[in-house]
């Protein structure tokens, strides 16, 4: 299979683990099982990469700098779009640069997904208007205020509908899996569990 080019968008005050976690599953994903086949990259299926306005670091919830792979100027082609959230959502919402930028790498991506908050993000571009999605707990009620045709998942981990969106932080490895369960199939997303020792099944 081609190799599938995964971005994943970081900001000051993102939520560490939204990001963190599903580019561990998707960096180490391997269509060729067991522990020698992560010594490489001959079998990943995922070139995976952070993307943030500029190449300058970003602080994470918790105060961790990361920099970024990429700005927005520089970034490659996109064929995944992963969208996390955290505090730094709330700013970003009223960011015409940021919500310009996702909105435009969600027409030529193949996916789009969110973790926690980030689907608030998707909601203000219009990109789950008449959809199936889901948030953290603790934005439920305005992701049903920024559009009222989504209709919000109160009790799902994981919801695909078109996009894919994910409840908080944790819950984007399981969102992670599922898109690699999507993509590479269910054996491959199976072995990528067993292999950083996740308990996951498929919803």
Not at 87 to 101: K, N
Not at 154 to 171: F, Q
């Amino acid at each position: 299979m081609s190799l599938i080019h995964l971005g994943i968008l970081i900001f000051d005050d993102v939520e560490l683990l939204d990001f963190a976690g599903p580019f561990e599953v998707f960096s180490r994903t391997r269509l060729n099982g067991g522990v020698e086949a992560r010594r490489s990259n001959e079998s990943a299926p995922f070139h995976v990469f952070t993307v943030a306005r500029t190449a300058s670091a970003v602080t994470t919830t918790g105060g961790l700098q990361v920099v970024p792979h990429h700005g927005f100027e520089d970034a490659p082609r996109i064929d995944v779009l992963v969208v996390p959230g955290g505090f730094g959502t709330r700013a970003l919402l009223e960011d015409p640069v940021a919500l310009a930028w996702i909105e435009a790498q969600s027409r030529t991506a193949s996916e789009v997904a969110s973790v926690c908050t980030g689907s608030l993000l998707l909601a203000k571009i219009g990109l789950l208007a008449g959809r199936r999605a889901t948030t953290h707990w603790g934005a439920l009620d305005l992701l049903a205020t920024i559009d009222p045709s989504i209709t919000v998942e109160r009790e799902s981990r994981v919801v695909s509908d078109g996009v894919t969106s994910s409840a908080g932080v944790a819950a984007g490895i399981d969102m992670a899996f599922a898109l690699v369960a999507k993509l590479c199939g269910i054996e491959v997303a199976r072995e990528t569990a067993h292999y950083i020792e996740y308990p996951w099944e498929p919803e």
